[in-house]
């Protein structure tokens, strides 16, 4: 089992940034990979970004590619998601997930997590 904790949220203003953390216990993600994804109201969930705990290529949605940043730190078994230059678009609540697969191919699909965080909000005023 593992349990994901998600933390880094709050209110900022556009262009600002925010470091999101994921930390993981009961089991490690290595050997499995790491996503990011957020709902805004009223909208389905839409992934983010992704990463093999292992290294390799990083995934991103089109519309934050360029912004945002995945990264991982071994020893303290945390994924991170860096946002820069954040735009009233990207308030919504972003959520963490590990995932057991670490074929690309299905990293961008929430069905391919068994895992995820509970959730912290990040507003994005005008």
């Known amino acids: 089992q593992v349990q994901l904790v998600e933390s880094g949220g709050g209110l900022v203003q556009t262009g600002d940034s925010l470091r999101l953390s994921c930390a993981a216990s009961?089991?490690?993600?290595?050997?499995?990979?790491a996503g990011w994804f957020r709902q805004a109201p009223g909208k389905e969930r839409e992934f983010v970004a992704a990463?093999?705990?292992?290294?390799?290529?990083?995934l991103y949605a089109d519309s934050v590619k360029g912004r945002f940043s995945i990264s991982r730190d071994n020893a303290k078994n945390t994924v991170y998601l860096q946002m820069n230059s954040l735009k009233p678009e990207d308030t919504a609540v972003y959520y963490c997930?590990?995932?057991?697969?670490?074929?690309?191919?299905?990293?961008?699909?929430?069905?391919?997590?068994?895992?995820w965080g509970q959730g912290t909000q990040v507003t994005v005023s005008s």
């Open positions: 997930a590990a995932s057991r697969s670490i074929a690309y191919d299905i990293l961008r699909t929430a069905n391919a997590y068994g895992y």
């Open positions: 990463m093999r705990w292992s290294g390799g290529n990083t």
């Open positions: 009961g089991r490690t993600f290595s050997g499995s990979s």
